[in-house]
């Protein structure tokens, strides 16, 4: 679904955050991206839906070029990526109902779809009852669970995640990692960044870690730092 051929992206301050990354993720997997702050995971993430382009190398999503799509083709992309970003972007002045809508809108679903999707995804992440509410009356981490039904309103072939349990309780982290495996479950492929240990360690999927803009650990039921075996 998702490769990453020979990428480097090095910005114009002459930060270097990926530095000659291939990678493939199949179709249906569930991958979590590791390592510390500046490792390159956000980069690698903006690379899939076209934030960023490379500075070098091919990222292709199914089988098309990322980095050489035209404008044009970029939202057609992104309708097949659902995104829940570090920073919420919510848009300020609409309410729940009408922030989740709007991504409905953006891919022309109709008035009665969206009036039974809607509550339907808000409904599985525990905000039924905010429906009318607009962002700033809602705490971080009610903020956040917005940003994942808006992700999975429209029900994309991929999820990006990027720290999606960051600013939530411990109970509710669970709650949300649960709706996430569902997701996945039903074939979705997700995608998260992540500095959550307990969670990686407890559910042993994929782990890519990333150091210093370079993969340095590419391990199938994986925890979130390598095993070291007893001293000799």
Do not use: W
């Amino acid at each position: 679904m998702i490769q990453m051929h020979k990428v480097t992206k090095a910005y114009p301050n002459g930060v270097t955050a990926l530095d000659d990354v291939t990678v493939r993720i199949q179709k249906g997997s569930f991958i979590f991206l590791v390592g510390p702050s500046g490792a390159g995971k956000s980069t690698l993430t903006k690379l899939i839906f076209r934030e960023e382009v490379p500075t070098r190398g091919q990222v292709l999503f199914n089988g098309k070029s990322v980095n050489r799509m035209r404008a044009r083709e970029v939202p057609f992309l992104r309708r097949q990526i659902g995104v829940v970003f570090q920073d919420f972007r919510l848009l300020p002045h609409k309410t729940v109902f009408d922030n989740i809508a709007f991504a409905m809108k953006v891919v022309e679903a109709s008035v009665k779809k969206i009036r039974y999707r809607v509550p339907e995804v808000l409904e599985m992440v525990g905000l039924a009852t905010k429906v009318n509410v607009y962002p700033h009356q809602l705490s971080g981490g009610e903020q956040q669970r917005v940003c994942i039904a808006r992700a999975i309103v429209n029900e994309p072939l991929l999820i990006i995640a990027d720290e999606p349990t960051g600013n939530l309780d411990p109970d509710m982290a669970r709650e949300i990692m649960t709706l996430m495996l569902e997701i996945n479950r039903r074939g979705t492929t997700v995608v998260m960044a992540t500095h959550a240990r307990e969670i990686v360690d407890v559910m042993r999927r994929r782990v890519i870690a990333l150091e210093g803009g370079r993969i340095v650990r590419d391990e199938e039921h994986g925890s979130y730092e390598q095993k070291r075996g007893p001293a000799r």
